[in-house]
């Protein structure tokens, strides 16, 4: 049954790509509403235009950034059919250099946990039926602690992503909430190999944990001014006595706090679980990176995590980390690493970042999900190529690199 499906998929698609006169469009619905507008962006050189889907041969014209076009078929993967809002010249382009001008996750420079906030709730106004919002949590300053389901919430599978566990690693939230709104806005029309959008995300939920530590991610943009509590402020100066006694730092107190990885309490979220909680401790007290807690789960940020992936019982876990363009897929203890092996070939696959060897237990929230009752397939991205907090410069690689990063895992879940 499944491969008769498929096989009129791939029909479908054929007859969508190469004969789309044949396909019949809601005319009146389109005369309503005009066509979104997309732009080019992050083409270096510009974006070639192909006659041919295969986007190989000869290109029709090279697009510089900033290109108006409209999305005539697909995404289908990569390929979108468009045509040049100015020249009506049809054509073929790789559709991750494409972003809709009226897009609402919009600033990869820093990425506020404000911004993000208002994001959220234009996202919910304009996606009323495919997003759900959930608070879980607040942090240990106040912020509230998000996870996002995009698609049906009773699918039967559900796969889970999170990002900014560690605070100057604060490019990923804004990753992920551009990955969800891609999503959002391709649903009606987008295919990721044999599937549609929105038969991917009717079987699979996607949750989302976009900015795990909020807190920690307003000290690294901001100092410590961004925090909300004196006694708080007065924490992250203790930190900072301690790591320049112990001489885990010389930075200035501003550079400092920009390298922040802890939360609000000076403790790294990464060891705050078990196994492996304290077993290869080297800081005895609160500190900008490495101290676990004082007891396994004692962060509210790593239960509110915790809950969700217990509640949402997801089969594929990506976690969002950075710098190296490496990933971390298993560990010594796992008991899932038969089912990973295969999981991470697919998703190494789509991002070539290099394998990292399986590390030992150490507290960290690959260690806790490895050690769980509910099998689980799991791989940890470390996007970008320089030290931490990332220059704006690092963010269109990372973008075209983890696109379809969401979709990919939907379709696994799907298909397997
Ligand atoms: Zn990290």
Same mark, same amino acid.
């Given at each position: ?16 790509? #190469? ?52 999305? &005539? ?27 809709? &001008? /009226? =897009? ?14 208002? /994001? ?11 997003? $759900?919002? !959930? ?23 559900? *796969?889970?992503?999170?990002?900014? %566990? ?25 295919? #990721? ?13 996607? $949750? *989302?944990?976009?900015?795990? @530590?909020?807190?920690? %991610? ?25 790591? &320049? ?17 802890? @939360? ?51 089969? %594929?876990? *990506? ?20 089912? !990973? ?37 799991? %791989?940890? #991205?470390?996007?970008? !190529? ?23 895992? =939907? ?6």
């Amino acid at each position: 049954m499944k491969l008769l499906k498929r096989v009129i998929l791939t029909v479908t698609l054929f007859t969508i790509l #190469f004969f789309p006169a044949s396909v019949s469009f809601n005319t009146s619905a389109a005369e309503e509403s005009p066509a979104p507008v997309y732009y080019v962006r992050f083409s270096g050189t510009g974006l070639n235009v192909y006659g041919d889907p295969s986007l190989s041969g000869e290109s029709l014209a090279i697009l510089p950034d900033d290109t108006y076009v409209q999305i &005539l078929l697909g995404p289908l993967d990569f390929l979108a059919k468009i045509r040049v809002y100015d020249t009506g010249l049809e054509g073929y382009v790789d559709m991750r250099y494409l972003k809709r &001008l /009226d =897009a609402i996750v919009y600033d990869y420079d820093i990425y506020t946990y404000e911004e993000l906030e208002e /994001d959220i709730t234009k996202l919910q106004e304009r996606y009323p039926e495919l997003l $759900h919002v !959930n608070v879980t949590g607040q942090s240990v300053d106040g912020r509230n602690l998000y996870e996002l389901v995009l698609g049906n919430q009773s699918a039967p599978e559900s *796969i889970l992503i999170h990002a900014g %566990i560690h605070a100057r690693e604060h490019v990923n939230p804004y990753l992920v909430m551009e990955q969800l709104e891609q999503c959002l806005i391709y649903y009606d029309c987008g295919y #990721f190999h044999e599937q549609s959008y929105r038969e991917l995300f009717d079987n699979v939920s996607v $949750h *989302i944990v976009p900015m795990v @530590n909020p807190d920690g %991610i307003a000290i690294s943009q901001y100092g410590e001014g961004a925090l909300r509590s004196p006694e708080l402020v007065e924490t992250l100066r203790a930190c900072y006595a301690y790591d &320049l006694s112990t001489r885990r730092t010389r930075s200035t107190y501003e550079n400092y706090l920009a390298r922040w990885k802890a @939360n609000a309490r000076g403790v790294d979220l990464n060891r705050n679980l078990l196994p492996g909680f304290g077993v290869n401790s080297k800081v005895s007290q609160p500190s900008y990176m490495g101290y676990e807690g004082t007891a396994p789960f004692s962060e509210p940020e790593m239960l509110s995590l915790g809950a969700v992936t217990l509640l949402c019982e997801p089969s %594929i876990i *990506i976690n969002y980390h950075s710098m190296g363009e490496v990933a971390y897929w298993n560990t010594v203890e796992s008991r899932y690493t038969a089912i !990973n092996t295969e999981f991470s070939n697919y998703m190494l696959s789509l991002v070539p970042y290099q394998r990292m060897r399986s590390g030992t237990a150490s507290g960290s929230y690959l260690d806790w999900i490895y050690s769980g009752e509910n099998p689980v397939c799991s %791989i940890t #991205f470390e996007t970008g !190529n320089v030290e931490c907090p990332f220059t704006l410069d690092q963010y269109p690689k990372i973008w075209i690199q983890h696109s379809l990063v969401v979709q990919a895992a =939907a379709a696994y879940a799907y298909t397997h």
